[in-house]
């Protein structure tokens, strides 16, 4: 998708977009093979033949903050199939919803082979050289969630990368409602131990884990561990329906 991508060149935005994706042209080589066939000014066409040649250069040298950059947020998926070779899913369990009065518990990261959970008093202040390695993170609701939190305990981590959080883009195809609800909707399912568990209850457990129960913080990383695994398994599921919704409404 985001070689069919246009917005994040200078002044281009989505009418221009749908325009040349309306004529059929939906990739950067359509375009520069079959630019004549546009109405569209021969200036801004200029100006989309060298965002091109901007755009080819800079995937060509990996430069994942040049696109965050200039992606709008809410489109930052386009990339994610060019970039998900260094990909981060996602979820944090904390003491409550206020990052003001609550604090990080277990922040989970899966890189689509390996996961590891970070644990607060054990090695959480790992993340902040691990969060660097990676090119494009995946979260649900972690643009208002998880990644302000983050931040605040973590003011260092820069968090520059793409950034797909999927819960915008899912309700486009008309996936609405918590995390859970959606992977029922998608018959992913989970262990026999974490269904039905929700984030109230990864405080519950948290909170017994500091009273001495070490089965309760086993039950919290597994649960959390399901969270980023399942990231993976929605994104793989339904960026093709993301695409799909993008490009029928210029047929």
């Known amino acids: 998708m985001l070689t069919s991508t246009y917005i994040h060149m200078p002044r281009i935005g989505e009418n221009v977009e749908k325009r040349i994706w309306s004529c059929g042209i939906r990739t950067w080589d359509d375009f520069l093979d079959r630019k004549d066939e546009l109405l569209i000014p021969p200036a801004k066409k200029g100006m989309i033949v060298a965002g091109i040649r901007e755009s080819v250069e800079r995937l060509e040298s990996r430069d994942f903050e040049f696109f965050a950059r200039s992606l709008p947020r809410a489109e930052h998926w386009r990339a994610f199939r060019e970039f998900s070779g260094k990909v981060a899913y996602v979820d944090i369990e904390t003491t409550g919803l206020s990052p003001g009065n609550s604090s990080i518990t277990v922040v989970g990261i899966y890189d ?32 208002r969630f998880d990644l302000p939190f983050i931040k605040r305990e973590f003011p260092q981590i820069e968090f520059n990368q793409l950034h797909a959080d999927l819960m915008y883009p899912l309700r486009r195809i008309s996936f609405s409602g918590g995390l859970k609800k959606i992977e029922c909707e998608l018959g992913i399912s989970r262990a026999e131990e974490t269904v039905g568990l929700s984030g109230f209850d990864a405080v519950r457990l948290w909170h017994q884990y500091e009273r001495g129960d070490s089965e309760a913080l086993e039950l919290l990383l597994k649960y959390n561990r399901e969270d980023i695994v399942n990231l993976k398994t929605i994104i793989d599921m339904t960026l093709p329906r993301f695409i799909d919704n993008k490009l029928s409404k210029c047929i």
């Open 112 to 143: 689509g082979k390996d996961t590891r959970t970070y644990v607060k008093g054990i090695d959480l202040d790992e993340i902040v050289d691990v969060f660097p390695k990676y090119e494009f993170l995946v979260t649900f609701n972690g643009a």
